[in-house]
């Protein structure tokens, strides 16, 4: 399963207790983010908007514990129903808090996000649940063979009791999809509130979609944006990210919620378009030279003005995209375009 911001803690919070995850905070009248660490259950950022007769939340966290902590802050501010869910993208750490949410929920996402989840965030899910029973039976083999020593025993005995803890959590998670999907734009009003949400483009996947709204002038990005931090690039394409981040740069609003990170504001944004074209501009000479992607990998190094972000394990497989993608370029303009002094293939004329 491909989790956005890859840490230890992430990796491992199916298998601990929730943690707290703080305040919603409040960005307007019945408006809130949901900041939370990327080292407990909850992993990405939430938004909640609370409409006349109902609640609409974007994300729902990572596990359904992360899921229930924020539907239990949801009832601190409002007891309207959660009607709609809204999943920018098809990452597990956006999407795995749906099934605590109640019934009689519309669960929204973009077509190519719905195809995702079932092609591969399902597939994913399954493979690691067979990995996990694998591993848990040789244990078990393992511990009654009496071949086995008493001090190897006492060593897998809290392994297989973790690894069962493990399985069990995993086997009650219920992957729920997007059941109403958009292409481009849908726009939901309910009383005098008014959501839209918008396909921008491709970028951090080919799926991703934001919840603006324009009266509040406030706009949820899920991982479109991540705020002082590295992007996980898994899913990416970065030169199409660009322009996303192009498009974002025109919307009007005052406030905008990455899906990792601090609420932040049209500067920010600024800047982290800003690292992609950085990271493009010390890829590139490497490129122009015929360097190979190891190294590229050697000689470039992040700026100092990154240096303090989160996520800087992300940095080589950053630099290694953006050869993938700008080698790709070079490919493409070098088979329309040959070097001067060679003919371009012609179709043979017919002899007379």
Known sequence: MAVCPITAGSRTAQSQPAKDTGDLTKLADGVYAHVVS????AVSNSGVVVLEHSVLVFDTHFTPEGGQALLSKIRTVTPKPVRYLVNSHFHPDHTHGNQVFPGSL??????????????????ALNRTLSI???????????ITSPETDAALKEQLRPQINARQELLERMSRLKILPPLLTLDDRLTLIEGKREVELRYVGIGHTDGDIILYLPAERVVFLGDLFFNAALPNTQDANLLEWMKSLEEILRIDAEKFVPGHGPVGVKQDVREFLGYFADLRALVEPG?????????????????????????????????QKMYVELRALQLASTSTNPPEGTKKNEPEKPKP
């Open 106 to 123: 519309h669960i929204i996402g973009s077509t190519n996000a719905r195809r995702d989840v079932l092609q591969k965030d399902l597939p």
């Open 287 to 319: 490129i122009t030279r015929g360097d190979s992607m190891e190294q590229v990998l050697r000689d470039v190094q992040i700026p100092a003005k990154f240096a303090s972000y989160r996520f800087l394990n992300f940095f080589p497989s950053n630099v």
């Open 38 to 41: 990327p080292d407990g259950n």
């Open 132 to 142: 996990a029973q694998s591993q848990l039976d040789k244990m078990h083999k393992e």
